[in-house]
């Protein structure tokens, strides 16, 4: 039996194709998210490197930003729900999840049989997100997968004490004409994020193991920033930009088990 999970996000989409439950057997993602042609491009590519068809699929869910303009779906389930569903599939000792996508951020408190016992959410600032990286990464002349690395050259963290995107950006465009070091400015930059979605972790009270998802774990940078701000170490997920799929490919097996 294969089962389909698709997550619209605000930035990217993510088609995961799972066989009997437990077999990923294509994870693919299209960086431009709902209201795109991502959706329909995530799940072309899906079909072609599993060798499928749209008939093969007993059951389809979709979840994220976007879920509900997604018509092809037998059902929709939220994004936190999914999200808590995959990581537990892959990491069960999971039991804090950070999730920092491209407009949000999360946290979620799991249970020892991977249950939300509780979420946070921040979805009403780019603060924080991929969105505030993308930012400045065009700001600093650099690009998203350069980051990690001009992070890991930086002598010290130059701070970023606005919580504001666009007061950030003036922040930063101020310490570069003063000279401060661009790695140093990217270090700072990274703790900025880190320091928000810690934030986010804390108000659930702080539960190992931690597990970072979302498009921004694939960051060194800030996956560091973040294991510093907790004191503890952090695992990234595998793919983590497909945990929410995943989650919904597993939820769409249990509800094709019931038909």
Not at 188 to 207: K, Q, T
């Amino acid at each position: 039996m294969y089962t389909l999970g698709i997550d619209v996000g605000s930035a990217s989409s993510k088609a995961v194709i799972l066989k009997d439950g437990k077999d990923i057997v294509a994870a693919e993602v299209v960086q431009v998210g709902t209201g795109s042609s991502g959706p329909q491009r995530a799940l072309d590519k899906a079909f072609e490197v599993s060798g499928l068809k749209k008939e093969d699929i007993s059951y389809t869910v979709a979840t994220g930003y976007g879920r509900f303009n997604f018509s092809d779906a037998d059902k929709q389930i939220s994004e936190i729900s999914c999200h808590a569903k995959g990581i537990y599939f892959l990491v069960p000792t999971a039991r804090t999840i950070i999730d920092i996508g491209g407009q949000d951020a999360k946290a979620i408190r799991l249970d020892d049989k991977g249950g939300i016992k509780q979420f946070f959410m921040n979805d009403k600032c780019a603060a924080g997100t991929g969105r505030f990286l993308e930012v400045m990464a065009r700001v600093l002349e650099t690009t998203l997968d350069e980051m990690a690395e001009l992070d890991e050259q930086a002598t010290d963290t130059a701070p970023i004490s606005s919580t504001c995107t666009v007061f950030a950006e003036s922040e930063v465009i101020s310490q570069l004409s003063n000279g401060v070091s661009r790695n140093n400015i990217i270090k700072g930059v990274h703790l900025s994020v880190a320091s928000r979605a810690c934030g986010l972790a804390y108000r659930g009270g702080l539960e190992k193991d931690v597990v970072m998802t979302g498009g921004v774990a694939k960051n060194a940078g800030v996956v560091r920033a973040v294991a510093g701000v907790l004191k503890t170490d952090v695992i990234v997920a595998p793919n983590p930009q497909t945990t929410g799929a995943l989650g919904a490919a597993l939820y769409a097996y249990e509800a094709a088990q019931k038909k």
